[in-house]
C-alpha cells in the first residue's frame, strides 16, 4: 500500500459543504477518476481516506491537508491531473506527495492561520483597532441549561 499526502483547496460556494459531505465528494471523485485508491475489509467497505481536520462550514480555505492508500503507485502529477479533473471547480488539489509517515494526520497539524474579513458596514476600524489592544475580551456565554457565565 501507498500513502499518498495531498493538499487542497476549498473556496467559494463549496465551503458550505460539510466536512462529511466533503468526504464523500472524495470517495466519489476518486472512483470517477478510477485512481486506485484502497479500501478497508468488511461488510460496508470504505475507502482509506483521512482529512487532517474538519473545517467549519461557512469557511473556505486556502490549503487543507488529506491522505489516501493506493493500491499501487502511480506518479504525483498523474494523481493531480485525474482527481482534479473529477473534482468541483471550485476545489482543487495543490499538490500531492508520497509519505512513509506512520502518525495520524491531525497529530502533525501544529498551527492554522486565519484570515477574518469583515464588511465595514457592521464594525468600524476603529473598533476593531480598541478590540485588538485589549488584554483579555470577555463575553458572556449561555449554556445549554440557560445558565449564563463570563468567559475570557
Request: glycine share 4%; charged share 30%; proline share 5%.
Given at each position: 500500500?501507498?500513502?499518498?499526502?495531498?493538499?487542497?483547496?476549498?473556496?467559494?460556494?463549496?465551503?458550505?459543504?460539510?466536512?462529511?459531505?466533503?468526504?464523500?465528494?472524495?470517495?466519489?471523485?476518486?472512483?470517477?477518476?478510477?485512481?486506485?485508491?484502497?479500501?478497508?475489509?468488511?461488510?460496508?467497505?470504505?475507502?482509506?481516506?483521512?482529512?487532517?481536520?474538519?473545517?467549519?462550514?461557512?469557511?473556505?480555505?486556502?490549503?487543507?491537508?488529506?491522505?489516501?492508500?493506493?493500491?499501487?503507485?502511480?506518479?504525483?502529477?498523474?494523481?493531480?491531473?485525474?482527481?482534479?479533473g473529477a473534482l468541483p471547480n471550485p476545489i482543487r488539489i495543490i499538490k500531492a506527495e508520497y509519505v512513509e509517515e506512520k502518525k495520524s494526520l491531525m497529530s502533525l497539524v501544529k498551527s492554522a492561520e486565519y484570515t477574518l474579513q469583515i464588511d465595514d458596514d457592521f464594525v468600524s476600524s476603529d473598533n476593531i483597532e480598541e478590540m485588538l489592544n485589549k488584554a483579555s475580551i470577555e463575553i458572556e456565554k449561555t449554556s445549554k441549561s440557560g445558565k449564563k457565565s463570563i468567559v475570557d
Open positions: 500500500m501507498y500513502k499518498l499526502r495531498f493538499y487542497f483547496s476549498k473556496a467559494d460556494e463549496v465551503k458550505y459543504v460539510g466536512h462529511l459531505d466533503t468526504i464523500e465528494l472524495f470517495d466519489r471523485a476518486f472512483r470517477r477518476a478510477k485512481l486506485p485508491i484502497s479500501f478497508s475489509e468488511g461488510f460496508n467497505p470504505r475507502p482509506k481516506l483521512t482529512f487532517a481536520h474538519p473545517l467549519a462550514v461557512g469557511i473556505s480555505s486556502n490549503e487543507e491537508i488529506g491522505e489516501v492508500e493506493l493500491s499501487e503507485k502511480i506518479s504525483e502529477q498523474d494523481f493531480i491531473s485525474k482527481l482534479n
